[in-house]
């Protein structure tokens, strides 16, 4: 099995900043791209960001220049460095990693629970 649990969500003023951890553990035998999307009550959840194990990086339109992502992969750990936050950016943030679990060569995606974030002063 896998499992994949993020960190780091919580409470922050406009302009401020948090860094969201997530991990991925099991019987992984590899990990392909990791992500970390958002949801908000009543819309789709949307993609943030989203790291290949090369270290290959897309994001949202609207967190370019904010949002950073980035990857341990001796650690099977992802980051989601935000700053210069805003009230928009308030949702659950989920945290997505293609697996291949071990014995098998293909990839599946799984997901972890969220964490929010909420931006207000």
């Known amino acids: 099995q896998v499992q994949v649990v993020e960190s780091g969500g919580g409470l922050v003023q406009p302009g401020g900043s948090l860094r969201l951890s997530c991990v991925a553990s099991?019987?992984?035998?590899?990990?392909?791209?990791m992500g970390w999307y958002r949801q908000v009550p009543g819309k789709q959840r949307e993609l943030v960001a989203r790291?290949?194990?090369?270290?290959?990086?897309n994001y949202a339109d609207s967190v370019k220049g904010r949002f950073t992502i980035s990857r341990d992969n001796a650690k099977n750990t992802v980051y989601l460095q935000m700053n210069s936050l805003k009230p928009e950016d308030t949702a659950v943030y989920c945290c997505?990693?293609?697996?291949?679990?071990?014995?098998?060569?293909?990839?599946?995606?799984?997901w972890g629970q969220g964490t929010r974030v909420t931006v207000s002063s």
């Open positions: 997505n990693a293609e697996v291949s679990m071990r014995g098998s060569y293909t990839y599946q995606n799984y």
């Open positions: 790291i290949t194990s090369g270290g290959s990086a």
């Open positions: 099991g019987s992984i035998r590899s990990i392909n791209g």
